[in-house]
T-cell receptor, first 115, second 118 residues
Framework: KQEVTQIPAALSVPEGENLVLNCSFTDSAIYNLQWFRQDPGKGLTSLLL?????REQTSGRLNASLDKSSGRSTLYIAASQPGDSATYLC??????????????FGRGTQLTVWP | GAVVSQHPSWVICKSGTSVKIECRSLDFQATTMFWYRQFPKQSLMLMATSNEGSKATYEQGVEKDKFLINHASLTLSTLTVTSAHPEDSSFYIC??????????????FGEGSWLTVV
């Protein structure tokens, strides 16, 4: 069974810092890995999707890398801003299993960026 | 704009009553939709797979008689929490994809529904 772990569970930093959020998964047989943002009381916002054949994806100040063989992904946030404060979730989509299309989520990293 | 719409976003109901949550795919057909649940500070956990025209497939530990899923059309799946209790208070969210799940295409999520049972 796929298990997804995110470290750290919480992070509090001053504005302007560069951040790294970590995600690890136990089964490397995945279609892709996705990073989401979840604001309090809100749904999920997809940030970056990395296919299994890719090594990284970038969107603005966000960069996500994927090392499938070692079961790891990192989300890099450059020049953090208070508006980045949210919970960041990592999810993998497995290639095998009885339920294609389901995602396995980590517990998330709760990020607080203070001015 | 959203490609998967979920309604309601927030709902408060009395203990013992039932509440229905809808998940609609906009501009595409979805033969399969997924329902997840998230308790505070926990991961999103898959509850069940909703299959159009057939019975839903429930994950281990999820009571199928309590969480009724109906996928009557290719664009709509509903989750009904029957005889709700305070411990059912949670965040419920659905997902769907416009293409076959056998490929690595993007999966879209609804906005989620916050259920509070008092």
């Amino acid at each position: 069974k796929q298990e997804v772990t995110q470290i750290p569970a919480a992070l509090s930093v001053p504005e302007g810092e560069n951040l790294v959020l970590n995600c690890s998964f136990t089964d490397s047989a995945i279609y892709n890995l996705q990073w989401f943002r979840q604001d309090p009381g809100k749904g999920l916002t997809s940030l970056l999707l990395i296919q299994s054949s890719q090594r990284e994806q970038t969107s603005g100040r966000l960069n996500a890398s994927l090392d499938k063989s070692s079961g790891r992904s990192t989300l890099y946030i450059a020049a953090s801003q208070p508006g980045d404060s949210a919970t960041y979730l990592c999810a993998v989509r497995p290639r095998r299993g009885s339920t294609l299309g389901r995602l396995y989520f980590g517990r998330g990293t709760q990020l607080t960026v203070w001015p | 704009g959203a490609v998967v719409s979920q309604h309601p976003s927030w709902v408060i109901c009395k203990s013992g009553t039932s509440v229905k949550i809808e998940c609609r795919s906009l501009d595409f057909q979805a033969t399969t939709m997924f329902w997840y649940r998230q308790f505070p500070k926990q991961s999103l956990m898959l509850m069940a797979t909703s299959n159009e025209g057939s019975k839903a497939t429930y994950e281990q530990g999820v009571e199928k008689d309590k969480f009724l899923i109906n996928h009557a059309s290719l664009t709509l799946s509903t989750l009904t929490v029957t005889s709700a209790h305070p411990e059912d208070s949670s965040f419920y969210i659905c997902s769907a994809s416009p293409q076959s799940f056998s490929s690595g295409n993007t999966i879209y999520f609804g906005e989620g529904s916050w259920l509070t049972v008092v």
